[in-house]
């Protein structure tokens, strides 16, 4: 086996040899390489040739400390919603090939599965077309069905009125304890769904430009949950207001609405955008770290944290 000269040496024989052996017969890996990108694990593409010819796998290994602790859920929880995934729900989502989430063989707990088509995209150009694409797809996460069985678990709020960070400097204090009141109450009534929990254009790979540019699949299932559909389209909301601006974050509800998906009245709309976007105050640094990996060195926390600060302003003139 070769690995690219980027690998970090991070050790991992003994996942290796887990990896291998959960191989169809006769099947061989040729090549690893590190793929940039992630924050919560270290991810690397296998490339795999047998007996019936060349794929390529995605290996999913938890190293941080924080990650480890949790892994059994967390990694338990994706093998059995990715399972869910095939099943015909016409979801764009990996096939599971073999977990280790207590890392009883590996040495980190990792998960392993097929390659989707597709890379993500963080520039700028043609964020309208994926805009609807991604509310799109959002639509046909929320339509998934479950049983009693395969329901996942209630969603967590990320989190609460006296755990936010007011960023440091800031003139706008009336604003921010403005946005910290709307959260000030009990969760709003909600009909619940299937939700990713963590959608946002990081976990989207899509193939071909412009009018061929297609959703290729979606990825890491860990936080998915049940709960109500408007926090997952604020989810996605805030990450693209920081991305590519608050104009195209507050699209991005309208654009959902129009591809079928239902939105709370405004007041309860409002509290599930705040709790989101409060909990990346003061700067967003957990997503920018992995967008600068793919070129937007532009990103900086202070660029991150005046489109955080603009993005809850321009919600509650919206909603408020």
């Given at each position: ?15 290796r ?15 690893v ?6 924050w919560?694990?270290q991810?690397?593409?296998l ?10 796998l ?22 059995d ?5 095939a ?9 599971l090939?073999?977990?280790d ?11 392993l ?18 805009l ?14 479950v ?31 403005r946005?910290?009141?709307?959260i000030?109450?009990e ?9 990713h929990?963590?959608f ?13 540019l ?13 709960g ?5 389209v604020?989810?996605?909301s805030?990450?693209?207001a920081?991305l590519?601006?608050v104009p195209?974050g ?23 955008r ?14 920018a770290?992995?967008w ?7 990103l ?10 603009d993005y809850v302003g321009h ?6």
């Open positions: 086996m070769r690995e690219s000269a980027d690998e970090e040496s991070t050790s991992w024989s003994a996942t040899a887990w990896a291998e052996k959960e191989l169809a017969p006769g099947e061989r890996v040729q090549h390489t590190r793929l940039r990108g992630g919560s694990a991810m690397r593409r490339d795999v040739s047998g007996p019936d010819g060349a794929r390529a995605v290996l999913r290994s938890f190293v941080k400390p924080f990650y480890v602790r949790y892994a059994p859920g967390l990694l338990n929880r994706e093998a919603v990715l399972r869910l995934l099943e015909g729900t016409g979801v764009p989502a990996a096939d090939v073999a977990v989430a207590a890392a009883e063989h590996c040495d980190h707990p990792s998960l599965m097929t390659l989707l088509p597709g890379r993500v995209r963080v520039d700028d150009a043609g964020t309208e077309r994926r609807t694409l991604l509310a799109r797809q959002l639509t046909a996460i929320h339509a998934v069905r049983t009693d069985a395969t329901r996942p678990r209630a969603y967590q709020a990320w989190t609460a009125p006296d755990r936010v960070r007011v960023p440091a400097g800031t003139g706008r204090a009336r604003l921010w304890r946005a910290v009141d709307v000030r109450r969760p709003p009534a909600y009909e619940p769904c299937f939700l929990r963590d946002h254009p990081g976990n989207v790979l899509f193939t071909g430009d412009g009018e061929d297609r959703v290729g699949g979606v990825v890491d299932w860990v936080e998915t949950s049940w109500p559909a408007d926090l997952d604020a989810h996605c805030t990450a693209l920081l590519h601006g195209t507050m699209a991005f509800a309208e654009e959902y609405t129009r591809a079928g998906g239902k939105s709370a009245d405004d007041a309860d709309h409002l509290y599930w705040l709790l989101d976007a409060l909990a990346y105050a003061p700067d967003a640094e957990k997503l770290v992995p600068r990996e793919l070129g937007r060195t532009d900086t926390p202070e660029v991150l944290t005046a489109r955080l600060e919600l509650l003139d919206r909603f408020g």
